[in-house]
């Protein structure tokens, strides 16, 4: 014959977790390698796009049929080009800023 047997049991748990704070570690050289890497990519773009101006400009004198169409490609094209190198340039003075923070914590 089988019995019926209750059991109770209370378990306590304390669990205290410490956590250190580690300081926050910025990578100044890959930072400036990452704006190294977008000024190199964006000065590609401006002549890419200044490439393509030329292009235009050199359709318009070839077909004077639609002279008008390839002029206001070519006009776009340069407006690209000029805008696109002045993000290579903010991307050369961000990559300045971040090599000179790296000598700064380095020092």
Do not use: W
Request: hydrophobic share 35%; with cysteine.
């Amino acid at each position: 014959m089988a019995e019926e047997v209750k059991v109770e049991v209370e378990v306590e748990v304390d669990v205290e977790v410490e956590v250190e704070a580690e300081e926050e570690v910025h990578d100044y050289a890959k930072e400036r390698k990452h704006h190294k890497h977008l000024q190199q990519l964006t000065g590609l773009g401006a002549m890419a796009a200044g490439a393509y101006a030329l292009h235009e400009k050199h359709k318009a004198k070839k077909d004077p049929e639609n002279a008008h169409k390839h002029k206001v490609k070519e006009h776009i094209a340069a407006v690209v080009a000029v805008g696109v190198g002045g993000i290579a340039f903010h991307e050369g003075h961000e990559k300045k800023d971040a090599k000179k923070k790296s000598k700064e914590c380095t020092s």
